[in-house]
């Protein structure tokens, strides 16, 4: 595969990656666009792979998803469903002493599943 190509396909990944989570979040391209700063037009690219994602814009759009860079690029074991996407964005906005408190219920709750 030449570079060029190997650059191209980089970008297809990144934008179809992209397109996954808008979609996931059900936010439109005009939506995602104006959260993040970009046309709607540009974002398209983007997500077609037409358009080079900038770092950038790159992480102005996971800060809209709440990922950051290593999330992005880590593929997930599993599709997660739109309720694990909503229990980890809000896992996330919580303080870390809410997050320790949330860990023991679930452990609780897996020791009493595990009993049944």
């Given amino acids: 595969m030449s570079q060029r190509n190997g650059r191209r396909r980089q970008q297809l990944l990144v934008g179809e990656k992209i397109r996954e989570l ?15 700063g970009v046309q ?7 997500e077609t792979g037409e358009y080079k994602v900038g770092l950038e814009t790159l992480l102005l759009i996971l800060g ?5 860079i290593g999330e992005f690029f ?5 599709a997660r469903d739109r309720g694990e996407e909503e229990l980890l964005r809000r896992w996330r906005a919580l303080p870390a002493r809410a997050r320790e408190e949330v860990r023991d219920f679930l452990l609780f709750k897996c020791r009493q599943a595990d009993e049944d």
């Fill in 64 to 68: 809209v998803f709440g990922m950051n």
């Fill in 22 to 36: 808008r979609k996931a979040r059900s936010l439109t391209q005009a939506e995602l666009a104006a959260k993040v």
């Fill in 40 to 46: 709607q037009s540009d974002l398209c690219r983007m």
């Fill in 74 to 78: 880590q593929e997930p074991p599993r």
